[in-house]
């Protein structure tokens, strides 16, 4: 199974919990529940995805990655990886570097995961400053 959820009151980050025997039935599911989660609310949505620490990849692993590559909510920001093999990471960075995805991240752990959108809302503030200073 997977289980999706709010991570925070503002919802702006989802968090995906797979347990060691899902399948990729579930991820379909999870996946369109997570659309209707970030249709709900305004802006953009980061998502934590937390890997079982004996995960193993249903079958076909490489065309259902693609294709939920294809199917991922505009409005999500930041898709972070925790706790991923290394199969799945080496899969993960072959289509990203196929389909030309920056969305797609590693951590750790949940905690690191946390800290990189934190570190990356600071970096988007940055630029937001810098571009009204010029401007003035």
């Known amino acids: 199974m997977i289980h999706v959820e709010w991570a925070n009151k503002d919802h702006s980050c989802?968090?995906?919990?797979?347990?060691?025997?899902?399948?990729?039935?579930?991820?379909?599911?999870a996946q369109q529940t997570v659309g209707v989660m970030i249709g709900s609310v305004e802006?953009?949505?980061?998502?934590i995805l937390i890997a079982c620490p004996?995960?193993?990849?249903?079958?076909?692993?490489?065309?259902?990655l693609r294709k939920a590559f294809e199917y991922i909510h505009p409005r999500s920001r930041l898709i972070i990886i925790v706790g991923s093999d290394t199969?799945?990471?080496?899969?993960?960075?072959?289509?990203?570097?196929?389909l030309q995805a920056k969305i797609l991240h590693f951590?750790?752990?949940?905690?690191?995961a946390f800290d990189l959108i934190?570190?990356?809302n600071d970096q988007?503030?940055?630029m937001a400053n810098s571009r009204i200073a010029r401007n003035q």
Do not use: C
């Open 14 to 29: 989802i968090i995906w919990t797979f347990s060691d025997d899902w399948k990729w039935e579930h991820f379909k599911l």
């Open 54 to 64: 004996r995960q193993h990849l249903p079958p076909a692993a490489l065309s259902h």
């Open 107 to 112: 951590a750790p752990t949940k905690q690191a």
């Open 124 to 126: 988007q503030k940055k």
């Open 118 to 120: 934190a570190a990356y």
């Open 43 to 47: 802006g953009y949505v980061d998502q």
């Open 87 to 98: 199969l799945l990471s080496l899969m993960l960075n072959t289509l990203m570097q196929i």
